[in-house]
């Protein structure tokens, strides 16, 4: 007779994520539940001029170094960020324009450090690494390889200035180190951040046991955010279905999508943690306790006006 066997003891399914979701987690439960698990996902707020900025610019470099070596120039440089400009977020055109010229000129200046004929070992490449717990998996903005070694390259572009302690304590740098080692069979421990607007180069270089450090605390982090989503499919029934989606993720015609309604547990479950940082979440709106903690941002805030 054929018996089936018990599931206790059995092991846990991986937790899949990128290290933003990992992130996400810590920095506010509420926010990592209306990004990753309510469906239809409420809806965000407009998109951001420094993010539009940023991604421009990170195009515009993934783009220079897919050229041909005799068109890795800051000319082309000029040329990629002008056709791939991204004017959402912008107070009006006139500011989308000077904000243009500015990411003109980080570029072209950026590239004008950087020797043409040394090809990075992957521009804009998904690496991934995997546990007994978590599938770690992300996108490398470079990944340099000197001499013996690998090293994760990530641009910066926000106005704030960077220190080592910023490349030393980045889960995300420490999980792209790991994955590009174990996919590439290659050490990897150094990691680096470009700050455009400075021309400043942070780095910081992992031992194994830091790397390690960083993949445990992964770990204990999946762990957490695993039990939450299980417990939140048991007590959150799943919508008949879902609103069509152009492929940017955001309805684009139709009434505002508020949160998915939720047991007291749940809500208790994913708590927002209030702080300065409310002013620039996509979903502040859906969050009475984040509009408390700081005023309403508009979408060129983040500019360095």
Not at 213 to 223: G, I, K, M, Q, S
Not at 249 to 254: A, F, L, N
Request: aromatic residues 6%; charged residues 25%; hydrophobic residues 35%.
């Amino acid at each position: 007779m054929n018996t089936q066997l018990p599931l206790e003891g059995m092991p846990r399914r991986l937790y899949s994520c990128t290290p933003s979701r990992l992130n996400a987690w810590l920095d506010c439960r509420r926010r990592y539940r209306f990004t990753y698990l309510d469906r239809p996902q409420p809806s965000k707020g407009p998109a951001w001029a420094h993010n539009s900025v940023g991604a421009s610019v990170h195009n515009a470099l993934a783009g220079w170094w897919r050229e041909p070596y005799e068109r890795r120039t800051p000319l082309t440089a000029v040329v990629l960020v002008t056709n791939g400009w991204i004017t959402e977020g912008f107070k009006d055109a006139e500011q989308s324009g000077r904000w243009l010229g500015r990411a003109r000129d980080l570029v072209s200046g950026y590239v004008a450090t950087l020797d043409p004929a040394d090809d990075p070992v992957g521009v804009e490449r998904t690496v991934a690494t995997r546990t007994k717990v978590v599938a770690l998996s992300g996108r490398i903005d470079r990944l340099d390889r000197r001499g013996d070694e690998l090293v994760v390259v990530d641009y910066k572009t926000g106005r704030r200035p960077l220190t080592q302690d910023d490349a030393r304590s980045s889960l995300a740098l420490a999980a792209y180190a790991i994955a590009a080692s174990t996919m590439m069979r290659t050490p990897c421990r150094t990691v680096e951040l470009h700050h455009l607007p400075t021309g400043e180069i942070v780095q910081w270089r992992h031992t194994d046991e830091s790397l390690t450090r960083h993949l445990r605390r992964a770990e204990e982090v999946a762990t957490e955010a695993a039990e939450a989503d299980e417990r939140y499919r048991e007590l959150v029934a799943a919508p008949a279905r879902k609103p069509a989606t152009p492929p940017g993720g955001r309805p684009s015609t139709g009434p505002s999508i508020g949160p998915a309604a939720v047991p007291a547990e749940v809500d208790e479950l994913f708590a927002p943690a209030p702080g300065p940082i409310c002013s620039w979440c996509d979903f502040l709106r859906h969050c009475p306790e984040g509009q408390a903690a700081g005023p309403e941002r508009r979408p060129w805030d983040g500019l360095a006006d």
